[in-house]
C-alpha cells in the first residue's frame, strides 16, 4: 500500500522557470492538500480540494496553481519560480466526512530555486 | 496570531523522564485535535487523536481543555526513539487543518 506519492523527490530550478510537482493516494480519500514547510513557520496549506472537480486556496496560494486530475492525484504548478518558493512540499491527503478524520502525508519534495 | 501555537522548545530530557507540553489554539470553532509525530526530513505522522475526555496510546497521554483552549501532550518512560518534533493540530468545521510550528523533543541517553 503506497499511501501517499509524491515526484519529485528534490528539485533545483532556475528563477522564472516553471514545474508541476505530482502527487498521488491509492486510498480512495477524497480530500488532497498541498502544504508547504518552511523552518519557524510551521506547515502553511497552499490549495486544497474537497473532492474530484473543486479545488480552494488555503493560506498562502500565491504563485501556484492546482489541478485536480482525477480522485486519485492533485499536482501543484509553479508557473515562474521564485527564490522565496524554495521550501520542502507536502501533499496530504483523507477523508472529509466525520470530524474526527484527520490526513495522511507524503514524503515531500524539496525545492530549491536559485 | 496563528491559529495554533505551540512552545517550540527544545525539551532536552534523559531517558526515562516524563515530558509534557501544550499548545494553545484561538478558533473555538475547531473541532478535532490531533499530535503528529515530525522526524527530521520526513513527513508528519498521526502519532494520535485528542478528545475531549483526554485519551492515552500507550506511553503517550493527550487532553483537551476546551475552556482555556489547549491541548496537552505527555510522554512517560520517555525513549530515544521520541527524539522528533511534535506537531499540535486543529480541525475546523469546514474540515481545514491548522498546524501548529511544532515542538522539538530531544531524549538523551
Known amino acids: 500500500n503506497a499511501g501517499v506519492t509524491q515526484t519529485p523527490k528534490f528539485q533545483v530550478l532556475k528563477t522564472g522557470q516553471s514545474m508541476t510537482l505530482q502527487c498521488a493516494q491509492d486510498?480512495?480519500?477524497?480530500?488532497m492538500y498541498w502544504y508547504r514547510q518552511d523552518p519557524g513557520m510551521g506547515l502553511r496549506l497552499i490549495y486544497y480540494?474537497?473532492?474530484?472537480?473543486?479545488?480552494d486556496k488555503g493560506e498562502v496560494p500565491n504563485g501556484y496553481n492546482v489541478s485536480r486530475l482525477n480522485k486519485r492525484e492533485f499536482s501543484l504548478r509553479l508557473e515562474s519560480a521564485a527564490p522565496s518558493q524554495t521550501s520542502v512540499y507536502f501533499c496530504?491527503?483523507?477523508?472529509?466526512?466525520?470530524?474526527?478524520?484527520?490526513?495522511?502525508f507524503g514524503e515531500g519534495s524539496w525545492l530549491t530555486v536559485v | 496570531r496563528k491559529e495554533v501555537e505551540q512552545d517550540p522548545g527544545p525539551f532536552n530530557v534523559p531517558e526515562g523522564a516524563t515530558v509534557a507540553f501544550n499548545c494553545t489554539y484561538s478558533?473555538?470553532?475547531?473541532?478535532?485535535f490531533f499530535w503528529y509525530r515530525q522526524d527530521c526530513r520526513k513527513e508528519p505522522k498521526l502519532l494520535m487523536s485528542?478528545?475531549?475526555s483526554g485519551n492515552e496510546d500507550g506511553r503517550f497521554t493527550a487532553q483537551l481543555n476546551r475552556a482555556s483552549q489547549y491541548i496537552s501532550l505527555l510522554i512517560r518512560d520517555s525513549k530515544l526513539s521520541d527524539s522528533a518534533t511534535y506537531l499540535c493540530?486543529?480541525?475546523?468545521?469546514?474540515?481545514?487543518?491548522?498546524f501548529g510550528a511544532g515542538t522539538t523533543v530531544t531524549v538523551r541517553a
Open positions: 496530504a491527503s483523507g477523508f472529509t466526512q466525520g470530524s474526527g478524520n484527520t490526513i495522511y
Open positions: 486510498m480512495n480519500h477524497n480530500s
Open positions: 480540494s474537497a473532492s474530484e472537480g473543486t479545488t
Open positions: 478558533n473555538s470553532a475547531s473541532q478535532s
Open positions: 485528542v478528545y475531549s
Open positions: 493540530v486543529g480541525r475546523s468545521n469546514d474540515y481545514k487543518l491548522s
